[in-house]
């Protein structure tokens, strides 16, 4: 299985911060790497595909970069609604073996 | 708007058959692959495995030998049947939509753009 490992595990900021969490693949990955936002008792939100493409209705703050095996989250300057969890997904595999890195909990400073 | 919905039996005894239904409402299930994902306790995100195509299935090999996922009868609806639970089963159960966009000379890059919020279940006697 394709491992995905995140950093940091969790991150402090404040509203209006420039934050970046890291996502790195254990191989090749391309570019076949998502994103996702979850907060507590909600439906998970796909962010970021392709590992650049915003996804519909997400603001432009959020952006996404990288191929191969490392690759970030970038959000350009933080809002109250964007502290929540953070996850990476691989959808390199084939035959599919849909992998997520363990969570990145971003939190207020 | 389209939204879906868990649903089945929050605690399930060891050893028993754990079965959950998710509800798709606003809009067809036609040219999606319909998902189920997990998230144990303090632990990362687990896919399951996905139904497609009104039948065809593809499964998490390390679950393979006790999942079956399918399309019910409604047409509006799939669900997630995993037999033989234990204690580490326990977890929130997410479905989800899978969409996806050519890339032009690989698989195609497949994403899960719609979920549920989902059931926790609990496996315990």
């Known amino acids: 299985d394709i491992q995905m490992t995140q950093s940091p595990s969790s991150l402090s900021a404040s509203v209006g911060d420039r934050v970046t969490i890291t996502c790195r693949a254990s191989?090749?990955?391309?570019?076949?790497l998502n994103w996702y936002q979850h907060k507590p008792g909600k439906a998970p939100k796909l962010l970021i595909y392709?590992?650049?493409s915003l996804q519909g209705g997400v603001p432009s703050r959020f952006s996404g970069s990288g191929s191969g095996t490392d690759f970030t989250l970038s959000i350009s300057s933080l809002q109250p609604e964007d502290f929540a969890t953070y996850y990476c997904q691989q959808s390199y595999s084939t035959p599919p073996m849909y992998t997520f890195g363990q969570g990145t909990k971003l939190e207020i400073k | 708007q389209v939204q879906l919905q868990e649903s089945g039996p929050g605690l399930v005894k060891p050893s028993e058959t754990l079965s959950l239904t998710c509800t798709v409402s606003g809009d067809s299930m036609h040219s999606y692959h319909w998902s189920w994902i997990r998230q144990p306790p303090e632990k990362g995100l687990e896919w399951i495995g996905y139904v497609y195509n009104g039948g065809s299935t593809n499964y998490n090999p390390s679950l393979t030998s006790r999942v079956s996922i399918s399309v019910g009868t409604s047409n509006n609806q799939f669900s997630l049947r995993l037999t033989s639970v234990t204690a580490a089963d326990t977890a929130v159960y997410y479905c989800?939509?899978?969409?996806?966009?050519?890339?032009?000379?690989?698989?195609?890059?497949?994403?899960?753009?719609?979920w549920g919020q989902g059931a926790l279940v609990t496996v315990s006697s």
């Open positions: 392709a590992a650049s």
């Open positions: 191989q090749n990955i391309r570019n076949y």
């Open positions: 989800a939509r899978g969409s996806w966009v050519s890339s032009g000379w690989y698989v195609p890059h497949f994403y899960f753009d719609l």
